[in-house]
């Protein structure tokens, strides 16, 4: 029996929401059918076609209601990729309107690199079922219709239509969130660097001044045969060595800093000094691309700091390349290894060093990927766009 009884037209409203209507009614319809086969009239039939018909009705008004309150923007898609639906907030959100959106592909909502990968990611999990977004939440960059990217957090899932799966997306704006993180990171980078100047002008200088006086104490006392002459070389000595170590500790609280010529010199001195191992070669290359930011240049170096910390520990390399330059509208820093291979890690697991490291991509709003490179070992690359450098 059909769910339609004959010559009963379709209820104006349920046509005209009719693709709210599939969504909801496949659980009604298969309510329907069971219990149809129960009715002995045709009269029994039409009033229960009523009911359901009104039942469908007001779950539809709901859910309209629902979705032009929600404050986050809420996009359906099919398994092609193309826009079906939108709610008020994703207009809003975007800059578009739902003649713009609807029939286009999501990847318009997306800056690159990810709306070029978009489609390819798509097909390879229908394909495999193997998922790195859908059910799980990520942060990741959206693009308005007026070029502008921003923060968001990313919920995909993943429902049945007929014989196609669709998706739908729940997209939450975290730039708020973003620019207090990052507000409270430059604060705390601000006194970090406060604390490296203190330590290495107040306390360096004093240090620098008693060495000073100890050298002319023992120079003092070698002309006079004193047999304090010993002591105080060896007191100089001391000394030097914890000048060294305070220097040492103001580089590390403000690297970049404390270098000035910036970011790639840091870079360099950090390769170097990975370089005194004898087992181990370091380099850095770049094409002179420079960071402006002192926040965005601390967080760089950081991440290339841990990553070769955690090539040294977990792949035991030979090798270790740092690079940095401009990639288009890009900067892009990349340490690669040749250690033992690794399997690719998501966003969301390994070990501290990756948690940090993506942790420090996130507050300069990077883009942080971790993968096995040719022939063993792991490149670990962070992009950020020039306007964030």
């Known amino acids: 029996m059909s769910d339609q009884h004959p010559g009963r037209q ?3 409203t349920v046509g005209k929401d009719k693709g709210y209507r599939r969504a909801l009614g496949a659980l009604f319809g298969q309510l329907r059918r069971v219990v149809k086969l129960s009715l002995s009239s045709e009269t029994a039939a039409d009033e229960f076609n009523a009911m359901t018909d009104q039942a469908i009705r007001e779950d539809l008004r709901k859910l309209r209601a629902i979705l032009s309150a929600a404050a986050d923007a809420i996009v359906t898609i099919n398994h092609k990729g193309v826009v079906t639906a939108v709610n008020p907030a994703t207009l809003k959100m975007f800059g578009y309107n739902e003649q713009e959106l609807v029939g286009q592909n ?8 990810y709306r070029g990968e978009h489609d390819q990611y798509l097909a390879n999990y229908l394909r495999s079922g193997e998922a790195k977004i859908i059910g799980v939440g990520r942060e990741l960059s959206a693009q308005r219709k007026d070029g502008g990217v921003f923060p968001v957090e990313l919920t995909v899932t993943e429902y049945q239509d007929g014989e196609e799966p669709m998706f739908v997306g729940i997209i939450h704006d975290i730039s708020e969130r973003k620019e207090m993180e990052q507000h409270l990171a430059e604060a705390n980078v601000r006194e970090r660097h406060r604390v490296a100047r203190e330590l ?7 240090m ?4 000073l006086l100890v050298k ?3 120079s003092k006392a070698y002309r006079e045969e004193d047999d304090s002459a010993k002591d105080l070389e060896e007191l100089a000595g001391h000394i030097s060595e914890a000048h060294a170590q305070l220097r040492a500790i103001s580089s590390g609280l403000a690297p970049v800093e404390m270098i000035p010529e910036g ?6 001195a950090l390769a170097n000094q990975t370089n005194t191992s004898d087992s181990i070669r370091c380099k850095f290359t770049g094409d002179g691309t420079e960071v402006e930011d002192p926040t965005v240049a601390l967080h760089l170096y950081r991440i290339a700091q841990e990553a070769v910390n955690n090539a040294i520990r977990h792949a035991g390399p030979s090798r270790i ?3 940095l330059e401009q990639d288009g509208p890009f900067t892009t820093l990349t340490i690669s290894n040749d250690g033992r291979s690794i399997q690719h890690h998501s966003d969301t697991s390994g070990g501290m060093g990756l ?3 993506k942790h420090r991509a996130d507050l300069i709003r990077g883009d942080l990927r971790v993968a096995p490179a040719e022939g063993g070992g792991a490149v670990v690359a962070c992009r950020i766009h020039r306007t964030q450098a």
């Open 10 to 12: 379709p209820s104006p």
């Open 106 to 113: 999501v990847s318009v909502l997306m800056p690159q690199p």
């Open 208 to 211: 620098t001044g008693i060495a």
């Open 216 to 218: 002319a104490m023992q």
């Open 321 to 323: 390349d740092i690079q």
């Open 355 to 357: 948690r940090t490291m």
């Open 200 to 206: 290495h002008d107040g306390l360096g200088g004093q």
């Open 263 to 268: 970011l790639c010199k840091a870079l360099e």
